[in-house]
């Protein structure tokens, strides 16, 4: 119940800042949304980076992560072709990628050399993402469910859930696993998600 009225909360809090912008947006007050946004993500949009993907969506949100692993000592290599336009939603594709992001900065802080290899590109109609990064040991053998291991598992772990959520709603196929020490997942969303 108290996760419940949490995440009522939240959605609440979520809604009004979605009215915000979108009056800012209307009145095209495109500095003042621009600072919100600032704001509310806690560092400057693509400091530093920009990547070039085709897509403008994604290359906002690599370079804001790419940044943010720099700035953690954490290289990220990308292998990113993309159309333009992609019929993917856009929305599910950002969330995706934020938490596949997330979820290989958060684990490559725990390792020595860590780094991050991030690929997408287009496939016989099928949008392919495929994010590698380096850890100590087996993972899956571990904790094979990929449950979180932090203390707090309330409000930690959502993550893997998001991932998988957004696989299935798309018709995709989703895969998890472990090459040369290194956790690999890897993602196949058919283009009419």
């Given at each position: 119940?108290?996760?419940m009225?949490?995440?009522?909360?939240?959605?609440h809090?979520?809604?009004?800042?979605?009215?915000?912008?979108?009056?800012?947006?209307?009145?095209?007050?495109?500095?003042?949304?621009?600072?919100?946004?600032?704001?509310?993500?806690?560092?400057?949009?693509?400091?530093?980076?920009?990547?070039?993907?085709?897509?403008?969506?994604?290359?906002?949100?690599?370079?804001?992560?790419?940044?943010?692993?720099?700035?953690?000592?954490?290289?990220?290599?990308?292998?990113?072709?993309?159309?333009?336009?992609?019929?993917?939603?856009?929305?599910?594709?950002c969330?995706?990628?934020?938490?596949?992001?997330?979820?290989?900065?958060?684990?490559?802080r725990?390792?020595?050399?860590?780094?991050?290899?991030?690929?997408?590109?287009?496939?016989?109609?099928?949008?392919?993402?495929?994010?590698?990064?380096?850890?100590?040991g087996?993972?899956?053998?571990?904790?094979?469910?990929?449950?979180?291991?932090k203390?707090?598992?309330?409000?930690?772990?959502?993550?893997?859930?998001?991932?998988?959520?957004?696989?299935?709603?798309?018709?995709?196929?989703?895969?998890f696993?472990?090459?040369?020490?290194?956790?690999?997942?890897?993602i196949?969303?058919?283009?009419?998600?």
């Amino acid at each position: 119940e108290v996760m419940m009225e949490e995440i009522r909360k939240v959605r609440h809090e979520i809604r009004s800042s979605c009215f915000t912008l979108q009056a800012l947006l209307e009145e095209k007050k495109y500095n003042e949304l621009h600072d919100v946004l600032q704001n509310a993500l806690g560092s400057p949009l693509l400091r530093g980076m920009e990547v070039s993907t085709g897509n403008r969506l994604v290359d906002m949100l690599l370079s804001t992560k790419v940044n943010e692993a720099k700035q953690l000592g954490i290289p990220i290599v990308l292998h990113v072709v993309l159309p333009e336009n992609l019929s993917i939603d856009q929305q599910m594709l950002c969330s995706l990628l934020t938490n596949l992001l997330d979820n290989a900065i958060e684990a490559s802080r725990r390792v020595s050399s860590p780094d991050i290899d991030c690929s997408m590109r287009m496939v016989k109609g099928y949008l392919t993402i495929e994010v590698r990064n380096k850890v100590d040991g087996s993972v899956l053998e571990k904790n094979p469910r990929l449950l979180t291991s932090k203390h707090d598992r309330e409000n930690h772990g959502v993550g893997i859930r998001i991932i998988r959520q957004i696989v299935h709603r798309c018709d995709g196929n989703i895969e998890f696993w472990e090459e040369m020490g290194r956790f690999v997942v890897t993602i196949m969303l058919p283009e009419h998600s």
